[in-house]
């Protein structure tokens, strides 16, 4: 079974930086897509930015200029570097996966991770 274990939330100050990490093990022959999406108390959840096996990468208006995502191939992990974090930016963070469990089974599959919370006091 595939699973995503995320890491590198927490509390901190307005102005400050975080990084979270994402990584997915188990049985997965190729992503197609992973990304980064939050949701903030009484809101919806939202698409943060996401990257995919080509390399290409979208962000929301409401970070660009201030997050960016990455990934290792290798590791199957992906990365979103937070700078100049808001107290608008508090909310959980879940990862999120598209992906091909083998050669011979046509179509993808979807995972979501557990959630980090990250925490910007002003």
């Known amino acids: 079974q595939v699973q995503l274990v995320e890491s590198g939330g927490g509390l901190v100050q307005a102005g400050g930086s975080l990084r979270l990490s994402c990584a997915a093990s188990?049985?997965?022959?190729?992503?197609?897509?992973m990304g980064w999406y939050r949701q903030a108390p009484g809101k919806q959840r939202e698409l943060v930015a996401h990257i995919t096996s080509g390399g290409t990468t979208n962000s929301a208006d409401s970070v660009k200029g201030r997050f960016t995502i990455s990934r290792d191939n290798g590791k199957n992990t992906v990365y979103l570097q937070m700078n100049s974090l808001k107290p608008e930016d508090t909310a959980v963070y879940y990862c999120?996966?598209?992906?091909?469990?083998?050669?011979?089974?046509?179509?993808?599959?979807?995972?979501w991770g557990q959630g980090t919370l990250v925490t910007v006091s002003s």
């Open positions: 188990g049985s997965i022959f190729s992503i197609n897509v």
């Open positions: 999120n996966l598209i992906y091909r469990h083998d050669s011979r089974t046509p179509g993808y599959l979807e995972v």
